[in-house]
């Protein structure tokens, strides 16, 4: 059987309200040699059964690895609930593309993101290609422009690119290191033997990202954005999450090790160490999530008591005055005023995302 140019990867978890929709974009693609690999996390909702009924209807027959209409391939590999990491694992080592796709089944794409992507990379002869992108809020699209474009060496990669996404320069310059944005040769992944790490639960693709970016010798930076990143007032994103504070400490022990295993560390010191301290910012907003007020303040307290563990000085990191005050606020432990802060954020915030 011909290989597929590109295997693209889609984890999903309970996902009945987005797949029909995820499969349609994928069939909606200007560019057809391509496999389709859904790697479900051990559903409890009816996401299986709606794939099934969707491979039935273009009779695709067999579900361990089903493939074949017209140019298309589909798989679909079931995996007890192991998380997001191992599910994307599994979709690798299942790839048959020369080229790796990721998306979250949520999103949706522009209709020729693969052949954009694609044929970039073979013209190019890049290891891999990144695009721009739009955040999508209801009613509304925010464009995220790369500030760079064209073909980038490894020089530039490990100057310039990896400090940027580490940290920007400029504080509200932000962009996401996410795997959704990028295809890249399946045969850098399986040389470098790179996995998503399953020790983390958060900001996995970001860790997988510095790896993989470390390691290329070429990256084509598309400048006109393809994906369509979904921004959802009821996301997992924006509830809170009790064990949150354990999983940024893990986080951010496990990103040090990374970045020092890499070589990475001491040319970033700066740029991780403002990663770092923001930490706290984002788990300040996660606290005042929580409807009961007694583990508000208990989730406070615990910030503040790992906050006064830290080694790092904010006020050589160049922030915001916002965000000066909300460091000097922890640190004399004024939480009650930084509850009534966050709350008004939070608030303004999740307003941004309904309207």
């Not at 990144?130 to 955040?135: G, T």
């Not at 990103?255 to 706290?280: A, F, I, K, P, W």
Request: aromatic content about 12%.
């Amino acid at each position: 059987m011909k290989r597929p140019m590109i295997s693209v990867i889609v984890p999903i978890y309970n996902a009945e309200k987005y797949v029909e929709k995820c499969y349609a974009e994928l069939m909606k693609q200007s560019f057809k040699d391509f496999e389709v690999i859904f790697v479900d996390d051990g559903s409890t909702d009816e996401t299986v059964k709606k794939i099934k009924g969707l491979a039935e209807a273009t009779g695709i027959k067999g579900m361990g690895g089903f493939s074949g209409f017209s140019d298309e391939n589909v798989q679909l590999i079931l995996q007890r609930n192991a998380g997001v990491s191992e599910a994307r694992n599994k979709g690798i080592t299942q790839a048959n593309g020369k080229y790796l796709a990721f998306m979250d089944v949520d999103d949706y794409l522009e209709p020729n993101y693969l052949e954009a992507l694609m044929k970039t990379a073979e013209e190019q002869h890049a290891d891999a290609v990144m695009c721009s992108y739009y955040e999508e809020f209801p009613g509304r699209s925010v464009e995220h422009k790369m500030k760079w474009a064209g073909l980038k060496n490894e020089r530039f990669i490990k100057g310039e690119l990896i400090p940027y996404l580490i940290y920007p320069e400029n504080e509200g310059e932000g962009t996401f290191a996410s795997v959704w944005r990028i295809l890249v040769r399946r045969d850098v992944i399986q040389k470098s033997q790179l996995v998503f790490d399953k020790r983390v639960a958060i900001a996995e693709d970001f860790l997988f990202m510095l790896r993989l970016l470390n390691r290329i010798s070429s990256l084509y930076l598309l400048p006109k954005p393809l994906y369509h990143y979904v921004r959802r007032a009821d996301s997992s994103l924006n509830k809170y999450k009790k064990d949150l504070l354990g999983q940024q400490i893990e986080y951010h022990d496990i990103l040090t090790e990374l970045l020092q295993q890499e070589g990475m560390y001491e040319r970033n010191l700066m740029r991780y160490v403002r990663n770092r301290l923001r930490r706290y910012t984002a788990l300040i907003s996660n606290a005042v999530r929580c409807t009961n007020k007694e583990q508000e303040k208990k989730e406070l307290q615990k910030i503040y008591e790992l906050y006064k563990q830290e080694k790092f000085d904010y006020r050589k990191c160049g922030f915001s005055s916002a965000l000066n005050l909300s460091f000097w606020l922890l640190g004399h432990k004024r939480l009650g005023t930084l509850a009534v802060i966050y709350r008004v954020k939070e608030k303004k915030r999740l307003k941004g995302l309904n309207q």
